[in-house]
Nanobody, 122 residues
Framework: QVQLVESGGGSVQVGGSLRLSCAAS????????MGWFRQAPGKERERVAS????????IYAGSVKGRFNISLDKAKNTVYLQMNSLKPEDTAMYYC???????????????WGQGTQVTVSS
């Protein structure tokens, strides 16, 4: 089992920034990747960014590339998502996720955080 605790959501205006944090505990040795997904009302959950612990490879959704940055503090088992130049379409519930395999699809995720709301207003 892996437990995930998220923090850092909130409300910002267009163009603002937020940083999300997600601390993992439990069987962290099983983690191959950590990432962030988001889900807006009436929409499917979508991948935002992934960090693969073995080779530090990062992958971003096209809609956030160049604006968001994912990083990992291995000593703290904590993944961060720095979100800059936020847009109204970034408004969603953001979920931290881990997998022992890959983090590119919902079906591959083993554990989820409780979610943290991000609201961007114009």
């Amino acid at each position: 089992q892996v437990q995930l605790v998220e923090s850092g959501g909130g409300s910002v205006q267009v163009g603002g920034s937020l940083r999300l944090s997600c601390a993992a505990s439990g069987d962290t040795f099983r983690i191959n990747c950590m990432g962030w997904f988001r889900q807006a009302p009436g929409k499917e959950r979508e991948r935002v960014a992934s960090f693969y612990t073995g080779d530090s490879n990062t992958i971003y959704a096209g809609s956030v590339k160049g604006r968001f940055n994912i990083s990992l503090d291995k000593a703290k088992n904590t993944v961060y998502l720095q979100m800059n130049s936020l847009k109204p379409e970034d408004t969603a519930m953001y979920y931290c996720a881990t997998s022992s395999s890959r983090c590119n699809v919902v079906a591959a995720i083993g554990f989820w955080g409780q979610g943290t709301q991000v609201t961007v207003s114009s």
